[in-house]
């Protein structure tokens, strides 16, 4: 049924929005990381997922051509994406090592996302330049179709509820505080004894390896990846579901995504078709989208929810932060 | 290490920072002894605040060496002073505005197990017990600043003067040996002033040693056993205040009221 279809498809974008905002918000929202160029990270996972999965470039007559190409299971392939998600994360954070200060670090990550998207798009045999990579297999091919769909949604709920876990606790407790701490003022956390160097990379490979998990989710799902699934633009989509749901916040970067990804931008899909101006629904969501981060950034800079920190009485927290 | 442990706890040893063709600072050797409080005094641009910076680590020296409890610290990043006790403040204070006043003080405490990978990895139950300490800790620190009330409000809604107090709170929290306070009193009511001269009194009756640049000349006097004079990038003479007032080569360099 057409709209069994389309829940599927909203749910699975829906969870790996879920992994990419959550990885952005431990580097944008809780550790001060303004990277601009988190969209690569997820592009890396999808990628890696895609070569690993797809076999030898020759087979199928030879139509798209690329670098590697293995068969591995899965459950494996998932984990080679979230791995280059992490190390390509890690990369992109050594433009930071020059202790620039955050709003140059940002420009210079956005610069490392144009450099690198206009590297892959030139067809040098990486991974097919702009067409892209096509066929890449979804790991329940051999079910029945409906059965199929949601064996996706199951496989995208897992890993969103281990990332979840592993999430919170990089988001909670002294690690948490720490990195908060390094968002408020690096050079404060540094005469306080913190490595902020070292606390950067960490967050930044995690960080890429929730991008880059998402990334191989939407790949297996879609069955291809291309530079145009990747534009430096979804960084900033993703930064917009951050700042409406309330930076630094677990749940609100959530509640954010599910506004702005799922409603915002798959809503506008339901408006009426011009036919003379094809891409017209997807351009007016951009703008509702610009236009909403704005009015937050203006009206409501701490988002939906906004960041919540433990409040002790006595000897213990008696709440923990949201 | 029986050497170590008797010499200076501070040793600088002909330091020099030079920006372009200027000398902020000019070759400058003190000491800073156990225990003691020490001042750093000159006027303004004798480069009082670069010589800290270097000794805390936040700005490279051009030439010179910085000894720290008989160990070369002139190359060492900032945090790894700070972890060998070496802790600084900062003249405007500088605190963590979106963490609870409590939550800036405990971000400070050394050794940590949740900020190890163990205690990432572990969760709340390898780091529950270490906390529970620092908490009462803490909370002990905030009762002696009279600032308990404010344990739980954000850090960035507090007023300068608290802010100043969550900052020495703070650098008190990491155990320090050496407190360098670069004009801990500016912006300070005199009430607050001499609660804080007090604090610091207390502090180095306890052990602690402290190298402080001040403006204020009465603090200076009432606080420093030795006082270091610097003008135009040198060290202009040393000694203890009642000294320094006699001095003619002080007193043109620096009008002392």
Redesign the interface.
Known sequence: MAWEYYLVVMLVYLGTDLLAVWGLNLEFGVAGIANLAYIVVVAAGAYAYAIVTLGPSSGNGGFQTYIGGFTLPFPLALLVGAAAGALVGTLIGLTGLKRLRQDYQGVAMLVVSLMVTTIVSADIGLFNGTAGLALIPNPFSNLDPDTARWAYVALVAVCCLIGFVVLR??TT???G??L??M???D??????????VRLRLVVQAVGGAFGGLSGALLAGFIGGWSPSAWAYIETLAFLSCIIVGGR?SDLGVSLGTLIIAVLLLQGVQFLPQIASSPGLSEDFGWIILGAATIAFIWFRPQGVLK?R????RG??PSKLPG | MALAATGPLLEVDHLEKHYGGVRAVDGISFTVERGSITGLIGPNGAGKSTALAMIGGFVQPSGGRIRFDGVDITGMAMHARARIGLVRTFQMARVFGNLTTLENLLVAAPRQRGERAAGVVGGRRAWRSQEKELVSEAQAMLETFSMAQKANDLAGTLSGGQKRAVEIMRALMMQPKLLLLDEPMAGLSPSLSRHLEDVLLKLADGGLSLLLVEHELETVDKLCGKVVVMAQGKVLSEGRMSELRLSREVQDAYVIG
């Open positions: 606790r990089f407790g002294p690690m505080r720490t908060r701490a968002r408020d003022d050079t404060a956390a540094s005469a306080a004894g913190k490595d902020v630094g960041e920190r433990p409040r002790y000897e213990s």
